[in-house]
């Protein structure tokens, strides 16, 4: 069955460090997505993005982030100078529509940032 | 806004019984859909079921099924024969339709089952 596939699965961080989270989305997916998980609470919604450019996103994606699909095939997430409080589990997500059959999540990437 | 609410933080049911978490929401909306996830200890968010709200029909797969009721804006889940494997941490989510570009989801707090053997 395809799959989502996320790398690193654990990144250690400083405070005021860049980082790039990768995903690797479903080949014939059109939509994609991430979200974030503070150990302990909710998945929380961070940006959608369709045909190349951010289709939505949420209070919490600041001018900190930013989403790119670089080649076709990669869809990353980068955190320009991370904080203590952006440590969390970042999912990926890709669908073959506009998501209302649900999601094919990746299994994580969770962010310690010290 | 959506919101989502998961009133049970915690449950426990033995192997091989049945057992239903709950789920509200609140919207506005009038097309929408419900689904319900599984993080499993790997922490993999595993899609269960997934309800449209405009379909009365209660959504089953296998042993998952759902008791979806529109006017009151519940959306809970029924779990039977319950596994092992079913021990896991259970999410409720809404996500509104949308015409246009792609469609988020708003997730409960979560139940955490553990299912006793």
């Known amino acids: 069955e395809p799959e989502v596939t996320q790398t690193p699965s654990h990144q250690v961080t400083q405070m005021g460090q860049e980082v790039i989270l990768r995903c690797v989305p479903i080949s014939n997916h059109l939509y994609f997505y991430w979200y974030r998980q503070i150990l302990g609470q909710k998945v929380e919604f961070l940006v959608s993005f369709y045909n190349n450019e951010i289709s939505e996103k949420s209070e919490i994606f600041d001018d900190q982030f930013s989403v790119e699909r670089p080649d076709g095939s990669n869809f990353t997430l980068k955190i320009r100078s991370t904080k203590l409080e952006d440590s969390a589990m970042y999912f990926c997500?890709?669908?073959?529509?506009?998501?209302?059959?649900?999601?094919?999540f990746g299994s994580g990437t969770r962010l310690t940032v010290v | 806004a959506q919101t989502v609410t998961q009133s049970q933080p915690e449950m426990s049911v033995q192997e091989a019984e049945t057992v239903t978490l709950s789920c509200t929401y609140d919207?506005?909306?009038?097309?929408?859909?419900l689904f319900w996830y599984k993080q499993p200890p790997s922490r993999q968010m595993i899609l269960v079921i997934r309800?449209?709200?405009?379909?009365?029909q209660n959504a089953t797969e296998n042993r998952f099924s759902v008791n979806f009721q529109k006017a009151a804006k519940s959306f809970s889940l029924k779990i039977s024969d319950s596994q092992l494997g079913d021990t896991a941490m259970y999410f409720c989510a809404f996500m509104k339709h949308e015409i246009t570009g792609a469609n988020n989801l708003f997730f409960g707090t979560g139940t955490r089952l553990t299912v006793i053997p």
């Open positions: 309800q449209e709200a405009y379909k009365q």
């Open positions: 919207t506005s909306e009038n097309n929408y859909y």
């Open positions: 997500a890709s669908s073959g529509t506009q998501g209302s059959y649900g999601y094919t």
